[in-house]
């Protein structure tokens, strides 16, 4: 998407786009939710690099609750959502069932629960 049309969609103009991509102004908590929601992401898209010491190790936040698990957290990566797009992308019904094939045998074992049969 471009910044013209990524600006249209805020609102904004490209040049106040540009400035959110090189850093020269911060992006606030509702525009970043508007952003994804724009781009079709998650709001966790957008710190996926993030390194783990500025993140902070503890996630539960003020729920107090259990933690994610691995495979919660996995699923909503940039990598997986590009992934299963680039998957779905591919037209051919015969040669995506051999790809996923392909995943799985390099992927190792899987795990209880990790059964797949589409």
């Given amino acids: 998407m471009s910044q013209e049309?990524?600006?249209?969609?805020?609102?904004?103009?490209?040049?106040?786009?540009?400035?959110?991509e090189r850093g020269a102004n911060r992006i606030g908590s509702s525009r970043l939710y508007q952003l994804a929601n724009i781009l079709d992401v998650p709001v966790?898209?957008?710190?996926?690099?993030m390194p783990e010491g500025v993140?902070?190790?503890?996630r539960l936040g003020l729920s107090e609750g259990e933690a994610p698990s691995f495979e919660q957290e996995n699923l909503s990566r940039r990598e997986t959502?590009?992934?299963?797009?680039?998957?779905y992308r591919i037209p051919d019904s015969s040669v995506r069932k051999r790809v996923f094939e392909l995943v799985k045998a390099v992927g190792g074992p899987a795990s209880a629960g990790d059964e797949y049969d589409g």
């Fill in 44 to 49: 966790s898209f957008f710190f996926d690099d």
């Fill in 55 to 58: 993140s902070g190790q503890h």
């Fill in 81 to 87: 959502l590009e992934l299963v797009r680039a998957y």
């Fill in 5 to 20: 049309k990524l600006g249209e969609a805020l609102n904004l103009t490209f040049q106040q786009i540009q400035k959110y």
